[in-house]
Structures are given as C-alpha cells and as structure tokens.
C-alpha cells in the first residue's frame, strides 16, 4: 500500500472520528441540558410557591394593621413582621427575575454564571431567612394571637428580649462554623451538609444544574 493511500485512509479514519466525537458532544450536551432545565423548574416551582406563601402572609399583616391601627403597641410586631415578609418576598422575586434571564440556547459558560449569580443570592436569602427565623415566629406569635406589647407580662417579655439579642451573634457563630473548611467532627459536618447555609448545600437543584452543565465543558475540554 502507498503512503498516499494510506494518508487517505487515515484522514477517512480521522473524519469517522470527529464526526462521533460531535454527535457524542450533542448528545452529552442535549441530555445535560435537559437535565438543567429540569433541576431548574424544580428550583422555580418551589420558588413559586415560597413566594406565594409570603404573598398571603403581607395580606393578612396589610389587613391586620389596617384593621387595628390604631394601636401602635397591638400593631408594632405586625409592623415589623411585614418588613421581614417583603424583604423576603422581594428577594424572592429577584431570584426568580433571575431565574427568567437564562438562556438555554447560550454558551454554556454563560448559562453557568446566570446560575452562580443566583446561587450567591439563593445562599445570602437563606442566610437571611435563618437569622430572621425567630423574630418572625415570635412576631407572627403576638400578631396572630392579638397580643398588645402592654399587656404582655413583663416576666416573659425580659427574657424573650435577651433571646433576640443573642440570637443574631448566634446565628453569625454557627453560620461561620458551618463554612469552615475543617469541620472538627462528623456531627459538625452532618449538620453542615443539610444546613442550605454553606455553597454545597444551599440548593440541591442549582449545584444539580450546575454539575450537569460542567460535564458539558470537561467532554468540550478533552479535544482540546
């Protein structure tokens, strides 16, 4: 056989070579960004409905507060209530405006990045739910029951109080402690995994997406 036959034969070889290596790339691609867009209706889906949820708290706190306001001490925790609601029903919001900017037809670097941004946000509203958590339970205790501050008994107001002034150092404490990177024990990091207060655990549909979509760029990644 001739070199010029068997350069052919190669270059045949080759193209039958590429030409696989392009449709296993579709396919990988196809099917990871299937993947992706499911994690992400998941996302969106329980996303909606926590928002749905804070639209009918801020209703009720809007009619409580008209209904009683004449009454700042009766009112004060509603009042307080419902700028914790919409700080987090705005946020909400947001990430879902967010949410809405991804483009599947893009580079998937950039698909990747709209997910990261999200994901920094996602995790500073989790954070900011934790810390809010027990203001918003004790708040939403006096405004449901109708509680008047100045009837509330001095004796379990002073020590609830204390609660709320330690409860942010806290919060700030173990949000630190969950993020370190050598967590001291295996209780330590049972907590920190299912925590949502940490990058590997702040949403198991975004690092989901995100993992589907780097396996896209490490199979772009191995012809190169």
């Not at 997406?209 to 990644?221: H, K, T």
Request: glycine share 0%; proline share 3%.
């Amino acid at each position: 056989m001739e070199t010029n036959e068997l350069k052919d034969l190669w270059n045949i070889y080759d193209a039958k070579l590429e030409r696989n290596w392009s449709l296993n790339l579709k396919l990988i691609k196809d099917m990871n960004l299937e993947k992706t867009k499911s994690s992400m209706n998941k996302f969106t889906f329980w996303k909606s409905m926590s928002l749905l949820l804070q639209f009918v708290v801020a209703h009720y706190l809007v009619n409580f507060i008209i209904d009683n306001y004449q009454s700042i001490t009766l009112t004060l925790p509603a009042y307080l209530l419902a700028l914790l609601t919409y700080i987090a029903l705005i946020w909400n919001c947001y990430q879902l405006g967010l949410v809405l900017t991804i483009k599947y037809s893009d580079a998937i670097i950039s698909i990747q990045k709209k997910i990261e941004k999200l994901k920094i946000q996602k995790l500073r509203y989790n954070k900011f739910m934790f810390c809010a958590s027990y203001p918003f339970v004790y708040l939403m205790g006096f405004t449901v029951l109708h509680i008047d501050l100045l009837s509330f008994p001095v004796k379990y107001l002073i020590p609830n109080l204390i609660l709320a002034l330690v409860w942010l150092p806290f919060c700030y404490w173990l949000i630190k402690k969950y993020n370190t990177d050598n967590l001291s024990s295996n209780f330590w990091k049972s907590l920190s995994r299912d925590s949502t207060l940490t990058p590997a655990s702040v949403s198991k549909s975004l690092n989901n997406s995100l993992s589907f979509l780097q396996e896209i760029r490490n199979f772009e990644a191995t012809d190169k």
